[in-house]
T-cell receptor, first 117, second 113 residues
């Protein structure tokens, strides 16, 4: 069965520091998809990025970057020059293209990031 | 952009009441989900639906039921609310499988007194 681990429960940094959120996954499929979501204090989960298992190119979007390494089954998320508005809970998720409908989408437990001014 | 709308941001009900949480999506997605989120427990899947009138139990279905009479609407029902159902409830929709992300509503903070 697939599994997603986010070992860091809570992280606190001071504004402008860089921070990396770890995500390790387990799957038996060779084709799968990885996602990151942000949940600010207001509560809504916001979809940030999707990665395919066959595309290991790193992705950069402004201050956000994602490092996907199949060899270590990791999909880490780095925020550069963090800001107070980055304070949120971040979830990593894994999806497999099975026919088991909704039960093929698994979330990690989340990492709470606090960015202090 | 996908829009998932939950009927209430905050809701207060009493023990024993029948409670309805409504969720509507505007993207003709086949799949819809209900989660509850509690501190330290992450997101737990209650029920999901992959088509009109179809439903499947998630990880914690006890004490809940669902209804999907129309494709755009997925309702979560607490048959007889209890205090341990006080939680944050999140609805999501998804257009297909595999590569498709789930899109979430704003959430409903439900308190059962």
């Amino acid at each position: 069965a697939q599994k997603v681990t986010q070992a860091q429960t809570e992280i606190s940094v001071v504004e402008k520091e860089d921070v990396t959120l770890d995500c390790v996954y387990e799957t038996r499929d060779t084709t799968y998809y990885l996602f990151w979501y942000k949940q600010p204090p207001s509560g809504e989960l916001v979809f940030l990025i999707r990665r395919n298992s066959f595309d290991e190119q790193n992705e950069i979007s402004g201050r956000y970057s994602w490092n996907f390494q199949k060899s270590t089954s990791s999909f880490n998320f780095t925020i550069t020059a963090s800001q107070v508005v980055d304070s949120a809970v971040y979830f990593c998720a894994l999806s497999e293209p099975s026919y088991n409908y909704g039960q093929n989408f698994v979330f990690g437990p989340g990492t709470r990031l606090s960015v202090l001014p | 952009d996908v829009k998932v709308t939950q009927s209430s941001r905050y809701l207060v009900k009493r023990t024993g009441e029948k409670v309805f949480l409504e969720c509507v999506q505007d993207m003709d997605h086949e799949n819809m989900f209900w989660y509850r989120q509690d501190p330290g427990l992450g997101l737990r899947l209650i029920y999901f639906s992959y088509d009109v009138k179809m439903k499947e139990k998630g990880d914690i279905p006890e004490g809940y039921s669902v209804s999907r009479e129309k494709k755009e609407r997925f309702s979560l029902i607490l048959e007889s609310a209890s205090t341990n159902q006080t939680s944050m409830y999140l609805c999501a929709s998804r257009g297909g499988q595999g590569a498709q992300p789930q899109h979430f509503g704003d959430g409903t903070r439900l308190s059962i007194l």
